[in-house]
């Protein structure tokens, strides 16, 4: 009957496909005499073959005689994708049945995550101690005096963005109220995910008024206030509070008399409750003509290494706080005097 042969014929396994994937380069002999009675693209595998091991012998001979060429090729081959690639990167099912793994790089393992009392979004800041602001500048507010709304790029020493903030805030009140206004400000991530949240409202900052003076709430994530900053009375020189959540004073910030910047930089010192200096907000000098013409400004962070994360994220509202107050013009004219006049 020809029922066995049919059942045999359906059974039997699907020839092999008259091509070679150009990724296996590693198969035996006996895989490359098979391959050559498949069919016409044997002859284009074994040259690529014989390319691959002909340059993987010359690297390894290189590298055998070079420690620094094999580290500078390991570091080059394994260099992560933008996160904003890999955030969007999915395995399929068809990838996970053969074996594949979805890639984490060295930047990501080295970012803690699952820790106690850490806000989410802030790990990263729990293995640092210094950040750069920089401000970014507003063509249409140079020319013409225009209030616009400040962006901020928030970055690591190496130069690397790890944040970048946005000024949530109406026409009307940025350009009515000047360098006074009351702001949200919005802090997020590479991922586009907000982290931080700053709220200041409307007060004064004259020493005229002691009642009124400038406040800054901030809170990790959005609606969870971690800490806020307090401005302290004072004639001679500007000085602050940070507070945690419970609303105890942890840090103090103590600025100069003169917060006039002229060909340098303005300090204004982080200290303990016991008077020692921990770290600074500097505001740092960024050229003749940046100085005059705009208020966009760069500012560097530095605080201690083991100091609570949200402290950390206080001490960046602080600065936020400290270049609305100081540094930030009115029309492109600057406004700075002596004291707390």
């Known amino acids: 009957m020809s029922v066995p042969n049919t059942v045999a014929a359906a059974t039997a396994p699907a ?3 008259n091509y070679l994937s150009t990724l296996d380069l ?22 690529l073959r014989f ?45 996970k049945r053969k074996g594949y793994e979805f890639y984490i790089s060295d930047e990501d393992r080295s970012i803690p995550s699952g820790i106690p009392n850490c806000p989410r979004g802030l790990e990263y800041l729990t293995s640092i101690d210094q950040l750069l602001v920089k401000q970014k500048v507003e063509l249409l507010e140079a020319f013409t005096g225009f209030e616009t709304n ?6 690591n020493a190496l ?25 949200d400000m919005k802090i997020f991530d590479n991922f586009q995910q907000e982290v931080i949240h700053l709220h200041r409202p409307l007060a004064c900052s004259a020493c005229c008024f002691p009642c009124c003076l400038q406040t800054m709430e901030v809170s990790a994530p959005p609606g969870n206030v ?8 004072s004639i001679c020189s500007p000085s602050f509070r940070i507070l945690n959540h419970l609303g105890d004073t942890v840090l103090r910030i103590e600025g100069p ?14 200290v303990s409750l016991t008077g020692a200096k921990v770290g600074k907000i500097s505001k740092q000098w960024s050229g003749l003509a940046r100085e005059i013409f705009t208020d966009a400004d760069f500012f560097g962070i530095t605080f201690p290494l083991d100091l609570d994360v949200r402290m950390k994220a206080v001490l960046l509202g602080a600065t936020f706080l400290i270049d609305a107050m100081f540094f930030e013009k009115s029309g492109n004219r600057e406004g700075d005097t002596p004291g707390m006049f």
């Not at 035996?28 to 002859?43: I, K, V, Y």
């Not at 570091?75 to 395995?91: D, I, Q």
């Not at 971690?226 to 009375?233: M, V």
């Not at 008399?257 to 982080?270: K, P």
């Open 15 to 17: 020839s092999s496909p």
């Open 26 to 47: 590693t198969k035996n002999e006996s895989g490359d005499q098979r391959d050559a009675t498949s069919g016409g693209a044997s002859s284009g595998s074994k040259v």
């Open 51 to 95: 390319i691959w091991h002909s340059l993987y012998s010359q690297y390894n001979f290189f590298c055998t005689r070079s420690k620094t060429l094999k580290q500078l090729v390991c570091r080059e081959a394994n260099k992560p994708l933008p996160k904003k690639f890999r955030h969007t990167m999915r395995l399929n099912k068809s990838a």
């Open 150 to 155: 400040n962006k901020f790029s928030i970055k």
């Open 159 to 183: 130069g690397q963005k790890v944040y970048y903030a946005v000024e949530d805030n109406d026409c009307c009140t940025r350009n009515m109220c000047g360098p006074a206004r009351p702001f």
């Open 226 to 233: 971690i800490g806020s900053i307090e401005q302290e009375w």
């Open 257 to 270: 008399f003169c917060t006039f910047s002229l060909c340098g930089d303005v300090e204004f010192n982080i």
